[in-house]
Nanobody, 116 residues
Framework: QVTLVESGGGLAQAGGSLRLSCAASERTFSSNAMAWFRQAPGKEREFVADISWNGGSKSYGSSVKGRFTISRNNAQNTVFLQMNSLKPEDTAVYYC?????????WGKGTLVTVSS
């Protein structure tokens, strides 16, 4: 059973930073493109950022471009999301998954709350 475990969320002030981590249970993820998604209260889940299997290609949602950075460490089977210049509208539960996402891989996510 493949599992993805997100961590690193918490409470931050506007303008602050947080670093999220996503640990995969299997080394096979090192050959997959990975992505971060988020879901704010009352809204649908949205794409945040993705990264190719070797880290050579990255893309970002328009609302986070220039503020967030996605990276990965395949030796540790981990994907990261560095979030800088946080805004209250970044408040959401953040999830990682393959890209395209697989329904069975959704984890519990990690909650990020940004206060103004």
């Amino acid at each position: 059973q493949v599992t993805l475990v997100e961590s690193g969320g918490g409470l931050a002030q506007a303008g602050g930073s947080l670093r999220l981590s996503c640990a995969a249970s299997e080394r096979t993820f090192s050959s997959n493109a990975m992505a971060w998604f988020r879901q704010a209260p009352g809204k649908e889940r949205e794409f945040v950022a993705d990264i190719s299997w070797n880290g050579g290609s990255k893309s970002y949602g328009s609302s986070v471009k220039g503020r967030f950075t996605i990276s990965r460490n395949n030796a540790q089977n981990t994907v990261f999301l560095q979030m800088n210049s946080l805004k209250p509208e970044d408040t959401a539960v953040y999830y990682c998954n393959t890209n395209p996402p697989v329904v069975d891989y959704w984890g519990k996510g990690t909650l990020v709350t940004v206060s103004s």
